[in-house]
């Protein structure tokens, strides 16, 4: 199991509800690889990898495939995350109305800064020490760093000590994880724009 079939898997599940809404009731591979640019043995392969069986001839059933799809990726329950840092990034994602269709609620916002702390809001901004028990009684697994690069690694292993077994890092630094079990998705926006602005350039 890696982090592109994982990938893949999330574009599975997305084309199978276009396909569900244009009228599907069943999908072969050579179906879902087109819909995804890969191959179908590629497609037979992940599906196997995770346990997602078919018929040859009679194909997957749309419906049948979505409803694995979404227990196989978490997507048939409520997922919890938090996030550390209350600034732009931190509150844009608190902001986010499409984590909803996704079953994913931000819970709660952490910071330091005492004057960004804010219980009343519906997403509450809370101080860090409060962090664990919060993590505790939510069942809180994931978290997001939204943290300039100096307060990053802190604010994970913080995250860490609380129980946060991944994290998403927007801060641009890469940090080290605790273990080789946790995991680590690095999102630099600065890095993916100066390189978005290069291959523009490149046109020319």
């Not at 244009?22 to 043995?41: E, H, I, P, Q, R």
């Not at 979505?66 to 608190?94: F, T």
């Not at 986010?96 to 702390?117: H, R, S, T, W």
């Amino acid at each position: 199991m890696n982090k592109n079939s994982i990938t893949r898997l999330y574009q599975y599940r997305k084309s199978l509800y276009r396909l569900k809404q244009m009228g599907f009731v069943k999908v072969f591979s050579d179906n879902l690889a087109d819909a995804v640019n890969v191959t179908a043995a590629q497609v037979r392969h992940d599906f196997s990898v995770f346990g997602l069986m078919g018929n040859k001839r009679g194909g997957y059933s749309v419906v049948e495939l979505i409803e694995k799809l979404d227990k196989k990726l978490g997507k048939d329950r409520q997922q919890n995350v938090i996030v550390v840092g209350a600034g732009n990034i931190g509150k844009a994602m608190m902001n986010y109305k499409g984590f909803e269709a996704e079953m994913i609620k931000v819970a709660a916002l952490f910071d330091n800064d005492p004057a960004k702390i804010a219980r009343d809001l519906p997403i509450p901004i809370l101080p860090m020490p409060e962090m664990k028990d919060f993590i505790q009684k939510h069942k809180v697994e994931a978290g997001v760093i939204a943290v300039p690069d100096v307060a990053a690694q802190q604010a994970l292993d913080e995250m860490v000590k609380a129980g946060i077994k991944g994290v998403l890092n927007f801060a641009p630094i890469r940090l080290t994880p605790p273990n080789e079990d946790f995991v680590i998705n690095h999102v630099n926006v600065g890095l993916e724009l100066e390189a978005v602005i290069y291959l523009v350039h490149s046109l020319k």
